[in-house]
């Protein structure tokens, strides 16, 4: 027997005739089960499928009846009330059990995998690509599944497409490739490789003008119409046919994973490059990357809107966003694109957009449900990316996970532990980026733990990568640090006094004022002078001109307490929330609790020093590697004391 599902849903007997496989819903029953290759399929997900909108009351039963005359029309010869071995029953669901090369669309799968890895499978390719008789699943109509399926499964054809072509021109024949490749070229516009692949054709075929005039014509498509700056192998073979290489010449094509081309140098791309530089650079990042997701949703294909949303795997170190509305668009437009995309998205896409997700879901100014949604996306992202063993996808993966690990206060050795792997795995793979953010996140957990020894030579280290890489951002935040480790240095005999760390702070906020990232620099200066006052026993700094940014609630009873203003201080502890999971919880909790030991709110202080019980061997703030307050042990055998008199 075989089953087509390249095109209507069809099956044959192995004498070539067809089996009645029934109405519309018997055919959508066993194309499901095709999609499934061999898996289980539920009774409630089949019934899901099959009605979307309001399963019919005996929508089991009904189920059933489709099941059973499939049986017989698969299996017309099996004798009466023997099992199945085709539509077998499992567990609470059906699964088809059929050998992978008697099902059309198994076949295209396999033959694509091994021609990934070998040239030689070349004419396989071409005979599996002719298989297709149209859209797969093509008279399952509005069924969200197969529309998944018929997403994915295109994305596949064009691949092998591309794949066939660029074999047979690496190995100079191509004869028939142009016409094919026009209409290739015409359902797939922004498909960059399928450009560059028609121009090699024409070419190839003696048409040199005409090669040149379709370079010129991926131009337009891609920049004016969507946004896409031409990538390098189509620079590259524009130059090489302008400077009169042969026409079989093959330009040194860039490929990614198995045999998957890389998409266009994007918007987005150059979005990546921005974002490193800092400054006026890094904001403008933030838009064109937003403007390159607009216009590829715009074109309808998902395959390119994953790849452009996953492709910004800029490493992010801190937990609040500088741009929140622009970060929740990302985040929502990789939360449609991966259920568009469905279960049988291609994994590496899955990992981008997942990844994507836990980077972007910044903890600060989240809904619980959101942070859920987050933290599921990282422990996914990680776990895909292992099975993969792509070392780049699992880092940016576990720099989602690293964002996502500040659930509660007192997690800097587990932190230190991600940092770990990132620099492991950017050291031993050639991820620089990655590994200045693995110094960095080492760099935080040794200085929440008050190991500063550890933590300067993290920043060392840091700073050296970053001056090979050029990546100026780095030694704003290593300033930053230095200031911090005078803070802690000043309570010592012969350290700083506080008015020379008060102006390393001051000169560190300075650089860090113009950077473009107003998540990480608002508030923070007053935050840090306010930790070195209580450092040394000091009130509150006073100046009106200091801007707390989203420290306030936080710092405010503090503030009114210094001031002499009681009332308003229990008013403002009083409404204060309990900090979010970020780099600061363990300062915004130690700062609420020393205001309420001083407003004696036995409550208040009993709920800090529940929160900072883990985090007693951490030093509050220094978790951002920025900034201190002090050993968080100070303020929660206070705030133990306070509750402990109720």
């Known amino acids: 027997m075989r089953i087509d599902v390249l095109g209507a849903v069809r099956a044959f007997r192995d004498d070539g005739s067809p089996v009645p496989l029934g109405g519309p819903r018997h055919r959508e029953v066993l194309g499901r089960l095709v999609a499934a290759e061999g898996r289980m399929v539920t009774t409630e997900t089949l019934v899901d499928d099959l009605w979307a909108d309001q399963p019919p009351a005996r929508a089991v039963g009904a189920l059933r009846t489709f099941v059973a005359a499939l049986r017989r029309a698969l299996e017309p010869g099996r004798p009466p009330r023997t099992p199945s071995g085709v539509l077998v029953t499992e567990g609470p669901g059906y699964a088809l059990r059929v050998p992978r090369e008697d099902v059309d669309v198994h076949r295209f799968q396999d033959v694509l995998a091994r021609a990934r890895r070998t040239p030689g499978e070349v004419t396989a390719l071409g005979e599996a690509l002719a298989a297709w008789r149209g859209p797969a699943y093509a008279d399952v109509t509005g069924s969200a599944w197969a529309e998944r399926e018929r997403v994915r499964l295109e994305e596949l054809r064009a691949e092998a497409v591309e794949l066939r072509a660029r074999l047979l021109l690496d190995r100079g024949e191509g004869s028939g490739l142009v016409t094919d490749l026009r209409e290739h070229v015409a359902g797939h516009p922004w498909r960059e490789p399928a450009w560059t692949l028609l121009a090699r054709a024409l070419h190839h075929a003696g048409r040199r003008a005409d090669a040149l005039d379709t370079l010129r ?17 189509l620079l590259r073979l524009e130059t090489d046919i302008l400077g009169g290489a042969a026409p079989s010449a093959a330009p040194a094509a860039t490929w990614t994973g198995p045999g998957v081309p890389l998409g266009p140098r994007t918007t987005v791309d150059l979005a990546r490059t921005l974002a490193l530089a800092g400054g006026d650079a890094l904001v403008r990042s933030r838009s064109d990357r937003l403007a390159a997701i607009t216009a590829a949703e715009r074109t309808g294909d998902l395959a390119l809107t994953a790849r452009i949303i996953g492709a910004y795997d800029v490493p992010a170190l801190w937990s609040r966003a ?7 668009a990302v985040v929502e437009a990789a939360v449609r694109t991966l259920a568009a995309l469905g279960p049988h998205a291609p994994a590496d896409l899955t990992v981008r957009l997942l990844a994507t997700v836990a980077v972007e879901s910044r903890s600060a100014g989240l809904t619980p449900p959101e942070r859920d949604r987050a933290r599921d996306a990282a422990r996914q992202a990680e776990a895909l990316a292992r099975d993969l063993g792509d070392p780049a996808l699992l880092a940016f993966a576990l720099n989602g996970v690293f964002l996502q ?12 532990r991600t ?16 590994a ?3 110094r960095l996140v080492r760099l935080q957990s040794a200085s929440a733990l008050g190991d500063l020894d550890t933590a300067s030579a993290h920043a060392e280290a840091a700073e050296r990568l970053a ?3 050029e990546a100026p951002l780095l030694p704003l935040l290593t300033a930053w640090f230095r200031a911090r480790v005078a803070a802690a240095r000043s309570t010592e005999p012969g350290g700083p006094s506080p008015a020379t760390v008060a102006a390393h702070y001051r000169t560190a906020d300075e650089a860090l004022r113009t950077a473009g990232m107003p998540g990480l620099h608002r508030g923070l200066l007053p935050l840090a002078l306010l930790g070195l006052r209580l450092l040394h026993g000091r009130p509150a700094p006073a100046d009106p001109r200091l801007d707390w940014g989203p ?13 002499g203003r009681e009332a ?32 004696g709110d036995q409550d208040t202080a009993a709920r800090a020093a529940t929160a900072l019980r883990d985090a007693r061997t951490e030093h509050a703030g220094a978790a951002s590697g920025l900034l201190t307050l002090g050993p968080v042990a100070t303020y929660l055998e206070e705030a133990e004391r306070c509750a402990d008199t109720r």
Not at 579 to 589: F, G, K, S, T
């Open 568 to 599: 308003q201080a229990r008013t403002a502890l009083t409404a204060a929330p309990a900090p979010p999971p970020d780099h600061l919880q363990e300062a915004l909790w130690c700062l609420t609790a020393r205001a309420a030991v001083r407003l």
């Open 405 to 416: 690990s500040f659930t509660r206060p007192g997690l800097a050795a587990a932190r230190d």
């Open 322 to 328: 500088d741009d929140p509305a622009q970060s929740r």
């Open 467 to 469: 001056a090979a890489t």
């Open 419 to 434: 940092g770990a792997e990132i620099l492991d795995l950017a050291t031993a793979h050639d991820l620089p980026a990655f």
């Open 551 to 563: 420290y306030r609630p936080w710092t405010e009873p503090l503030l009114l307490l210094d001031q």
């Open 217 to 233: 014509r991926a131009r337009t498509a891609l920049a004016d119409q969507l946004g896409l700056d031409p990538g390098a192998d």
């Open 436 to 438: 200045v953010l693995g």
